[in-house]
């Protein structure tokens, strides 16, 4: 009796949690307005599981891994644009430009667009990405810009979608010891890039696409985000049945469930879903392969130090599931540990027609760093403490 009483409580919390999840995250994603102001006047804290950030996570130290190639490109990219561009593409690096990101398409950028870039230019914009991120996370990004091409062809609308509609703004300066940083920010494709010394913090990641493939027009043929799919399905279905119990948070997916999207710097999201230390070796191997394929965006060098950042907290990762489980269904599900959240969701459709129901056609994901090391955020505060940083305002260069 009480066996039973419980998995009621289990299951009735469950519910709590999957409806409080869609409601959260459907009211978020109404417009960009009063959620946005809302969330730039706040002090940067981070991502918190319980209300409260755990402190002593990341230090600063060395890695190893030169970021001198990082460092070329972006002087390359800078000493290519004008002068106009070059100054309204440059912020301090603690500037409130790194969290006025969005992966919507219709908040105006800073920064110097893809749009109004050169050949030449956007060759070194490019060189800027390859320098920092591995093959596969380059052509990632290249291809979501081609697919924002394709929405723009099936929704017959050249000025709020485009391959090009894609802006790059520096932060600080470009250095092998000082701390500066780069963002890409647009259409389902953003990405903080932060520096410090030889180490390298790239959260918020944001990637999606709708649609997913492009069956027509310039870009027929590319795909996005099915691996991130599939591996995440593996793991989900390589649970038995009691595992697959704690995971689920619910069975049914009518909406779309991603949290930790643009400007949720400090999102309250505590952990749910069943525990790594419960998985199996196997299990746990395919875990890390989800998280692998998103931090496996960065450089090879660079993603080897975040995962083993990652393993190091392996007991205290969590993974839930929203959805069901078979090959077609559409899901939700959630990595979250003291030191990394991934989010993959499959969405409703919103271009170039709208529909009530999530589809495959229209996916989010999002990579965070918890407990304020977004952005570099946690590092950064260590050098200025080391430095005697005096706090005093800073202003555009």
């Known amino acids: 009796m009480l066996k039973h009483r419980n998995t009621h409580i289990a299951l009735a919390a469950a519910a709590i949690v999957v409806a409080g999840l869609t409601a959260y995250s459907q009211q978020r994603q109404r417009g960009p307005g009063g959620d946005r102001d809302a969330s730039l006047a706040e002090p940067f804290r981070g991502v918190a599981a319980g209300g409260e950030i755990e402190k002593g996570l990341f230090k600063i130290e060395s890695t190893g891994v030169s970021t001198k190639p990082v460092v ?32 919507r398409h219709r908040p105006a950028r800073q920064g110097v667009g893809f749009d109004e870039m050169d050949e030449a230019q956007r060759e070194l914009a490019f060189g800027l990405l390859q ?24 929704a017959d609308d050249f000025d709020e979608y485009g391959e090009w509609l894609y802006w790059i703004t520096i932060m600080g300066e470009p250095s092998e010891t000082k701390p500066w940083g780069w963002q890409l920010d647009g259409h389902h494709l953003v990405i903080n890039y932060f520096v410090l010394g030889d180490q390298v913090v790239m959260s918020p990641v944001f990637v999606g696409s709708e649609p997913i493939r492009a069956t ?40 779309n469930n991603a949290l930790a999207q643009a ?13 790594a230390s419960k998985l199996t070796e196997k299990q746990q191997a395919l875990l890390l392969d989800v998280v692998g394929e998103f931090v496996g965006n960065m ?48 969405q409703r459709r919103v271009a170039p027609f709208r529909s009530s129901e999530p589809s495959r056609d229209h996916i989010h994901a999002v990579l965070r760093t918890p407990n304020g090391n977004d952005y570099g955020k946690d590092l950064l505060r260590q050098h200025y403490e080391q430095h005697h940083h005096d706090g005093s305002p800073h202003h555009k260069h």
């Open 72 to 103: 070329e490109a972006a002087d390359a990219f800078l000493a290519g644009l004008s002068n106009e561009q070059r100054e309204k593409t440059l912020f301090p690096v603690d500037d409130l430009e790194w969290r006025k990101w969005d992966n």
């Open 131 to 154: 320098a920092s991120l591995s093959a596969k996370g380059l052509k990632l990004s290249k291809d979501i810009m081609k697919l924002n091409g394709t929405l723009a062809e099936l």
């Open 216 to 255: 027509s027009g310039r870009f027929e043929g590319t795909v996005v985000l099915q691996v991130e799919q599939d591996k995440g399905l593996a793991l989900i279905q390589s649970l038995d049945d009691d595992q697959q119990a704690e995971a689920i948070l619910s069975h049914t997916k009518d909406g």
């Open 263 to 275: 400007y949720q710097d400090n999102l309250n999201l505590d952990y749910a879903g069943i525990p």
């Open 299 to 346: 450089r090879e060098g660079h993603a080897r130090v975040k995962m083993d950042e990652v393993e190091e907290h392996l007991d205290r990762t969590y993974f839930a599931w929203v959805g069901g489980t078979e090959k077609d269904h559409v899901f939700y599900y959630r990595v979250h540990s003291p030191v990394v959240l991934i989010e993959f969701d499959h």
